[in-house]
């Protein structure tokens, strides 16, 4: 009878093999980390400007098609700006603020331009941060006009 570790080793070098591969090949846990400050307060402050813009979405029908449609769309518009407008206070990238500018601009006509068409008087003009936030956040709550 021939002993039976010669069969063993072998054995337990390739189910050693096969159990190292599987936990290389698993993939690194993410770490968490809490945001800067300046990410928390953008995170925040746009989840607000996003459930702004929803409940202002939620318009009851008048029964005019172009009146409700224009309900429903100026708090769409309005929300897009009110998130621009937190770029500009937040972000860094040039290109992605000069297209929050354009954003603001664009959007604001749009709505001119929807409540021109039904008649309704025009929401007074804003304006909009040019510069980023410093340390410290502003914080604002613009007022979605209703037509």
Known sequence: MQPRTPLIA??????????????????????????????????????????????????KSTGDV???????MVPHHQGAIDMAQLVLQYGRNEQIRRLAQEIIVTQQQEIAAMYLAIGAPLPPPTSAPTKPANATPHHHSPQTARP
């Open 10 to 59: 072998p054995l337990f070098a390739a189910c050693l093999c096969l159990f190292t591969t599987q936990i290389s090949a698993a993939p690194p846990k993410p770490v968490e980390h809490a945001p800067p400050p300046a990410e928390s307060a953008f995170l925040a402050e746009n989840a607000m400007a996003m459930d702004r813009m929803m409940a202002a979405m939620d318009a």
């Open 66 to 72: 172009d009146r409700d449609f224009v309900a429903m």
